[in-house]
């Protein structure tokens, strides 16, 4: 596979248990944030997003929480399943230049044992 | 099916050629996007497109250079300026508002022989 994510940060889980993955973004001013995940050789795949003003959005299996205090988001993988190893990283927009820029985080990469 | 299509896969350049991936997307997106993915870093833009016959720098852009002449292409140019090549290149796509996701590729590997 692609050698993307060498040297990121881990998190193990077993299979069945909830997981959590965790971001600081860098802007105040962003005002949408996406969750995306990415399997090894593949592009990343949009998981889920959420809007400024609000702090949680759920979707299948996925919850993400927005704090927008400290700068900080989480997205919450219910009943983690083998499939669910991958790397996962959080992306904001922020308005830049009369339009908007897209910050890309490094990512956290899951493992899932089953 | 709709989606992005990067192409080839895995790519491989000599010291002083020039290199061109492609990225075609029928999902009929204004903008698109590509990106440089270098192990434990996030995603760099390298040039983006909010329109045919338009495109700016994006972080990165030294090296590389790209055309749009149709909605759905938009192919990268890797120059020999570009003296560290080795990378996996992202294409991305979407509507170019600042509340959409971007929709990706599955890349291409570049390596130098």
């Known amino acids: 596979g692609e050698s993307v994510g060498l040297h990121l940060p881990t998190l193990s889980v077993q299979e069945g248990d909830n997981s959590i993955i965790n971001c600081a973004y860098s802007?105040?001013?962003?005002?949408?944030f996406i969750w995306y995940k990415q399997e090894s050789g593949k592009g990343p795949q949009f998981i889920i997003d959420?809007?400024?003003n609000m702090d949680k959005r759920q979707g299948q299996r996925v919850t993400v929480l927005l704090n927008k205090t400290v700068k900080h988001l989480s997205l919450q993988i219910a009943a983690t399943q083998p499939g669910d190893s991958a790397v996962y990283f959080c992306?904001?927009?922020?308005?830049w230049g009369g339009g908007f820029k897209t910050i890309f985080g490094a990512g956290t990469r899951l493992f899932v044992k089953a | 099916d709709g989606g992005i299509t990067q192409s080839p896969k895995y790519l491989f350049r000599k010291e002083g050629q020039n290199v061109t991936l492609s990225c075609e997307q029928n999902?009929?997106?204004?903008?698109m996007y590509w990106y440089r993915q270098d192990p434990g870093q996030g995603l760099r833009l390298i040039y983006y497109?909010?329109?045919?016959?338009?495109?700016q720098k994006g972080d990165i852009a030294e090296g590389y250079s790209v055309s749009r002449e149709k909605k759905e292409s938009f192919p990268l140019t890797v120059t020999s300026a570009q003296k560290n090549p080795t990378a996996f290149y992202l294409c991305?796509?979407?509507?170019?508002?600042?509340?959409?996701?971007?929709?990706f590729g599955d890349g291409t590997r570049l390596s130098i022989l």
């Open positions: 991305a796509s979407n509507a170019g508002t600042s509340n959409q996701p971007q929709h």
């Open positions: 999902l009929n997106h204004d903008a």
């Open positions: 497109s909010q329109i045919v016959n338009d495109f």
């Open positions: 802007n105040s001013a962003s005002d949408y």
């Open positions: 959420i809007r400024s």
């Open positions: 992306a904001e927009n922020m308005g």
